[in-house]
């Protein structure tokens, strides 16, 4: 089945520092990939469409300076959570999508202190 | 305005018993429907999708029935294992959205040795 990772698993950060977080799809090319977020007991949240050579484009409420998405090639997208805050911590999840199915990362947690 | 519906927040099933999860949409653009099987602390697992035009798809011991004029589907689970134990999520998409999923809230599934 297609493979999705994601690196960091585990981050933790002193708020006001920014941290970036990588999706790669590994045996798939993906023209799009997605972020998501999860709150605890909640359902998984999207917060942008990453398409390759293209801006992402963000869902209502995500603010785009704060977290900023680069989608450089068919295998990698990167979020950039800029000056981080405790608010911010949460567990972040990004999927690639295939022909009709997307295939989801691990999840990175995301700690800020 | 929760456009898929999960309605029951948990489900308790005895080893080698049938599990059926319920899921309910409401928007009659979506066209593809599938059900991720995801443990804390990790990224959804895809499990099995169903086109439109289609009102059964089986794999395994998973089946998902769709019928479209109830918007309605089901994931049927037999027999039943204790490591299905996870929450599960249908979600669905069309394809004039890019194939962005949109996600029900999720059912815990405890499956009782």
């Known amino acids: 089945g297609a493979v999705v990772s994601q690196h960091p698993s585990r981050v933790i950060c002193k708020s006001g520092t920014s941290v970036k977080i990588e999706c790669r799809s590994l045996?798939?090319?993906?023209?799009?990939m997605f972020w998501y977020r999860q709150f605890p007991k909640q359902s998984l949240m999207l917060m942008a469409t990453s398409n390759e050579g293209s801006k992402a484009t963000y869902e209502q409420g995500v603010e785009k300076d704060k977290f900023l998405i680069n989608h450089a090639s068919l295998t990698l997208s990167t979020l950039t959570v800029t000056s981080a805050h405790p608010e911010d911590s949460s567990f972040y999840i990004c999927?690639?999508?295939?022909?009709?199915?997307?295939?989801f990362g691990p999840g990175t947690r995301l700690t800020v202190l | 305005d929760q456009q898929v519906k999960q309605n029951s927040p948990s489900l308790s099933v005895q080893e080698g018993r049938i599990s059926i999860l319920n899921c309910d949409y409401t928007?009659?653009?979506?066209?593809?429907f599938l059900w991720y099987k995801k443990y804390p602390a990790e990224g959804p697992t895809f499990l099995i999708s169903i086109s439109s035009i289609k009102d059964k798809n089986e794999d395994g011991r998973f089946t998902v029935f769709l019928n479209k004029s109830a918007k309605h589907l089901s994931l049927h689970i037999v027999p039943s294992q204790p490591g299905d134990s996870a929450v599960y999520f249908c979600?669905?998409?069309?394809?004039?959205?890019?194939?962005?999923?949109?996600f029900g809230s999720g059912t815990q599934l405890t499956v009782l040795p």
């Open positions: 928007n009659s653009m979506f066209d593809y």
């Open positions: 045996d798939f090319q993906a023209t799009t």
């Open positions: 979600a669905a998409s069309w394809s004039g959205s890019a194939r962005q999923l949109t």
């Open positions: 999927s690639a999508q295939g022909t009709d199915t997307q295939y």
